[in-house]
Structures are given as structure tokens and as C-alpha cells.
């Protein structure tokens, strides 16, 4: 089994950021994040590791990580592609883009590569309803309006470690100006 440890200098981190509130209860978020961009996911060893530190009970940052699909309660692929699945992305075709990627990548929803590589979720809105159907690679980048081509060069870009580029969007899209009085 590893041993999930924090150095002195992060340890001096949290310290900053455990000041910034009246208990330690608030800095479970910010260091269940700085514990997952460390090692890779919040295991549960690694949440009570977290707990340990924060002298909290394992129950309560087990209650905050289990909450939020942004935290990965196992080891995931070095890319997580996560697919939204709600309201606004399934009227526009979201299941349809999750069976199609669950078949480029061998894998279903829930699972990783053979490879490591790459992981699947299915998850609830990421805010951005008016680009569906989306999904989101590794709590980062947005790749929006998803079609069968852009899935194979998202897929073939993360092959090569290449994150696919920021797509900006205009917010007010195919508005007439208005007539004037
Ligand atoms: S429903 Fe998919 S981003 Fe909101």
C-alpha cells in the first residue's frame, strides 16, 4: 500500500490555508484539491490523510468528497473525459456522444484504458448549456457543440499529450441588431 504523505513545504500551505477560516472544517475542499493534484485522486487513504491533518473525522471529508464528481475516489486515467449527461446536452444528443466515445475508447462510463490513459463519467451539468452536448477533460478544459470528428481529434490530441485548444464562444449568438424606434 503507498504511503500518501504531505512534505513540510505543503504542510506549511495548508497552515495558510487553514488560517483564513475560524475552524478547519472550510479546508477540506481546497486540500482534498491540493491532495488530488498531488497524487492523482482522494482514495480513501488519501482522505485520511486529509482528515489527519485537518483533525477532522474521516467521515466528514469522506461527506465532502464523495459529494463532488470533481474529486476521484479511485485511481482515474491520466485524462478523465467527463461527459454531461443532463438536461440541456441530452436534448442535444449527449448519450449518443458517450456511446460513441465509450466506443472509440473500448471502455465504458466508470472505467479507464487498459493504458491508463483515459477515463469516462457520466456527469451532471458542467454550467455550459448553451454549448451542448460538451464535456470536460480532467476538471480543466471545455471542448463544446461536441460532433464524431471532434472526438476523434480531441482523442488523437491527448494521445500526444496535446489539450485541445480554447474555443472561444460569443455569448449573444445569431441575434438580429435590434430595430430602431
Ligand atoms: S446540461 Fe450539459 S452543461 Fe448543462
Redesign the pocket.
Known amino acids: 500500500m503507498q504511503n500518501y504523505e504531505f512534505t513540510k513545504e505543503e504542510l506549511a500551505k495548508i497552515d495558510k490555508i487553514i488560517a483564513k477560516y475560524p475552524n478547519p472544517q472550510p479546508a477540506v475542499m481546497p486540500v482534498l484539491w491540493m491532495a488530488q493534484e498531488k497524487f492523482g485522486h482522494v482514495e480513501p487513504e488519501v482522505q485520511q490523510l486529509v482528515a489527519k491533518t485537518l483533525d477532522l473525522t474521516p467521515a466528514h471529508v469522506y461527506g465532502v468528497a464523495s459529494f463532488y464528481t470533481q474529486y476521484y475516489k479511485e485511481k482515474k486515467g491520466k485524462y478523465v473525459l467527463d461527459v ?1 449527461t ?4 441530452q436534448a442535444c444528443g ?1 448519450y449518443d456522444t458517450l456511446h460513441e466515445l465509450e466506443e472509440k475508447l473500448g471502455i465504458k462510463a466508470g472505467e479507464t484504458t487498459e493504458d491508463g490513459m483515459f477515463s469516462i463519467q457520466s456527469v451532471e ?5 448553451g454549448y ?3 464535456m470536460q477533460i480532467t476538471n480543466d478544459v471545455y471542448v463544446n457543440h461536441l460532433t464524431s470528428e471532434k472526438l476523434d481529434k480531441v482523442i488523437e490530441g491527448l494521445k500526444q499529450d496535446k489539450l485541445p485548444e480554447f474555443e472561444p464562444i460569443p455569448l449573444v449568438q445569431n441575434r438580429e441588431p435590434a430595430e430602431e424606434k
Do not use: E, I, N, Y
Open positions: 454531461c443532463s438536461f440541456s446536452c449527449a451539468c458542467l454550467g455550459a448549456c451542448a452536448p460538451m
